[in-house]
């Protein structure tokens, strides 16, 4: 069984930086895809990023591209979110999410297209 557990949100001000981490256990971590979504309350749940199963291809959101960056340790079976430059509207519940087809070469950009989940990890941005 697959399972994801992200790590790394908190509380920051404005202007900071926060590194989120996605643990995957239960079936070969590298032969897949890996997303980043969030969702701020009262909000739908939106793509944030994506990466193909060797960190070869990978795509953002408009609204984080330049400031976010999505790496694949797959020795680690983790991926990271490396944020900066937060703003107010970055806050919400970031969860991961693996894909469900082995080596696709370009990662899937829509939620229902990811097969599995994380928790969630709380990211706060003060003003």
């Known amino acids: 069984q697959v399972q994801l557990v992200e790590s790394g949100g908190g509380l920051v001000q404005a202007g900071g930086s926060l590194r989120l981490s996605c643990l995957a256990s239960?079936?070969?971590?590298?032969?897949?895809?890996m997303g980043w979504f969030r969702q701020a309350p009262g909000k739908e749940r939106e793509f944030v990023s994506a990466?193909?199963?060797?960190?070869?291809?990978?795509y953002y959101a408009d609204s984080v591209k330049g400031r976010f960056t999505t790496i694949r340790d797959n020795a680690k079976n983790t991926v990271y979110l490396q944020m900066s430059s937060l703003k107010p509207e970055d806050t919400g519940v970031y969860y991961c999410?693996?894909?469900?087809?082995?080596?696709?070469?370009?990662?899937?950009?829509?939620?229902?297209?990811?097969?599995?989940w994380g928790q969630g990890t709380q990211v706060t941005v003060s003003s």
């Open positions: 239960g079936r070969t971590f590298s032969r897949y895809a």
């Open positions: 999410a693996a894909d469900a087809v082995a080596y696709s070469p370009d990662p899937p950009g829509r939620s229902n297209e990811y097969s599995y």
């Open positions: 990466l193909n199963w060797n960190g070869g291809s990978g």
